[in-house]
Each structure stands twice: as structure tokens, then as C-alpha cells.
Nanobody, 118 residues
Framework: QVQLVESGGGLVQPGGSLRLSCAAS????????VGWYRQAPGKQRELVGT???????NYADSVKGRFTISRDNAKNTVYLQMNTVKTEDTAVYYC????????????WGQGTLVTVSS
């Protein structure tokens, strides 16, 4: 079964930037749409954005214009560039591959914690 490992989280000040990485144990990102998700304390996990096999991206309204998803198939890695972060971006961030209905297919990784605070 494919394993997903998120990294790159940390403490960042409001208005700052951070780049998260999602690495897969197999060469699957060139096959599937990949989604970045996040879960804030006390809230449900939500979809932040997606990138298709053709590198078409889509974003939640809350991050549109601030976050960018990209992929490097050779490295089996998908990135989430977070710019102009806000305190409400504080969450554990996860990645996953998506099925045809947008449902996450792989087991969830441990995620990476992003804390936006001054």
C-alpha cells in the first residue's frame, strides 16, 4: 500500500510563507489527482486544493490566490506553497490521492503541523 509522508510544517508569522512537501512511496502522483487537506483544532478535515495528472489546479476559496500546488513526478513529490499565511491557516496538513469521486484513496499520513502566530 502506498505511503504518504508530509513535511515542511512549522511556526510562521502572519504574512509569511512556508512550503510543504508530500512524498509518496510509489510513483503514483502521475496517475492520480492529488489533494492537500487540512484539519484545524476542533474542526473537520477540509480540502485545501487539488492538482490533476495534467497539473490543473483548483483551490478552496479560503486559500485562492495565496496557496499554490505543484508537482515533481520524478521525485514522487507534490508541494503546497503557502504565501501570505493567516492565523486561520493553522492546522495539520495532509495530502492524499483522490478517486474519481474525489474520495481519498490512501491511508492518511501523519500530517505536518503549520502554526501561524506572531
Amino acid at each position: 500500500q502506498v505511503q504518504l509522508v508530509e513535511s515542511g510544517g512549522g511556526l510562521v508569522q502572519p504574512g509569511g510563507s512556508l512550503r510543504l512537501s508530500c512524498a509518496a512511496s510509489q510513483s503514483i502522483f502521475k496517475i492520480y489527482t492529488v489533494g492537500w487537506y487540512r484539519q484545524a483544532p476542533g474542526k473537520q478535515r477540509e480540502l485545501v486544493g487539488t492538482i490533476t495528472r495534467s497539473s490543473i489546479t483548483n483551490y478552496a476559496d479560503s486559500v485562492k490566490g495565496r496557496f499554490t500546488i505543484s508537482r515533481d513526478n520524478a521525485k514522487n513529490t507534490v508541494y503546497l506553497q503557502m504565501n501570505t499565511v493567516k492565523t486561520e491557516d493553522t492546522a495539520v496538513y495532509y495530502c492524499n490521492i483522490q478517486g474519481r469521486m474525489g474520495d481519498p484513496l490512501a491511508a492518511w499520513g501523519q500530517g505536518t503541523l503549520v502554526t501561524v502566530s506572531s
